[in-house]
């Protein structure tokens, strides 16, 4: 989840994040392909869809067509965003009842559409990548413009997002407006391609760690190999209490932060969780930060 006020870069930041991701493997370019010759969005001149798919709904659409349904059950966004990234910008304006369809497909990786005569499962194993103002009228916090929005106003539009969802998103960061030294310099910054290089690498340790299992990569862990790989140095061990008991964060978000802390240090090449990978994993939830 990315939060900024409008212009700050959340959605060509989002509309990036595919050129970074690990190459698709055979079995995941078939699945996908699966997915999208169902509805006939194949390409005649493609066999497989090689590249990760990205999707984009706009906030008007409805359940049915984010999860999936109909009379002869389709699948929605959330499946063709399988194996790649399902991006929802202005996430507040969605209607809440279409993002609490989202929980239980981030939580087990398929949707199931149950119709009277049959009932039908599809993938929907993403990256949801999601964007939002700080409030109505964009501008909290923000040191150039003023904010108009009151509290109350404040609080009607973040409870639009549910703590069961919120607690589904393992990272939230604050994007802040680009100053104009940043736009005017003319600079060379890191390419996608640095980036994916050690992207691929990271995945590969993950590979290699989880060899001969049904885990591919961290965020697949069950509880089994996060107890197992996922052990903190002392130092960060006595830091996630210390933040844990006081945040009075649950369970979900506390296996959350590990993981995330796993895939710092793989970035790394660390074998262990150190305290700094378990200090920049809790920097990523400023929403929970913001709570106390």
């Known amino acids: ?40 969005l194949l390409d005649r001149d493609r066999a497989l869809v090689s590249g990760r798919p990205f999707r984009s709904p706009h906030h008007t659409i409805s359940d049915i ?8 059950p389709k699948p929605g966004e959330v499946s063709l965003s399988h194996n790649g990234v399902l991006f929802l910008d202005e996430l507040p304006e969605f209607k809440k009842h279409v993002l609490e369809v989202l ?5 087990d990786g398929r949707v199931t559409i149950s119709r009277a005569l049959t009932s039908l499962t599809y993938p929907s194993r993403i990256m949801l990548v999601t964007a939002m103002n700080p409030c109505p009228c964009g501008y909290l916090g923000d040191p150039l413009h003023q904010c108009s929005c009151t ?29 104009y030294r940043d736009l005017a310099d003319r600079s060379e ?16 340790l993950q590979l290699e760690r989880f060899k001969g299992s049904k885990v591919h990569c961290n965020a697949q862990m069950t509880p089994r190999f996060i107890k197992k790989f996922c052990e903190p140095d002392a130092a960060g061990q006595r830091m996630l209490e210390m933040v844990t008991d006081r945040l009075g964060l649950s369970a979900r978000t506390y296996t959350r932060i590990l993981k995330v802390a796993r895939t710092i240090a793989d970035l790394e090449g660390s074998d262990g969780i150190r305290e ?6 809790i920097q990523y939830r400023s929403l929970d930060r913001k709570m106390v």
């Open 151 to 179: 509290p109350v106003m404040i609080h009607r539009y973040r409870s639009r997002i549910s703590g069961p969802l919120l607690d589904r998103i393992d990272i939230h960061i604050e994007v802040p407006a680009v100053k």
């Open 1 to 40: 989840m990315m939060i900024g006020p409008p212009g700050s870069g959340k959605t060509m930041l989002a509309r990036r994040i595919p050129s970074i991701l690990p190459t698709m493997s055979f079995n995941e370019a078939i699945e996908t392909s699966k997915i999208y010759s169902v509805m006939g």
């Open 65 to 72: 067509g984010l999860i999936g349904g109909g009379n002869t």
């Open 103 to 107: 929980r239980q497909p981030l939580e």
């Open 189 to 204: 910054g890191e390419g996608s391609a640095a980036i994916a290089g050690r992207v691929e690498q990271s995945r590969n």
């Open 276 to 281: 700094n990978h378990i200090s920049e994993a």
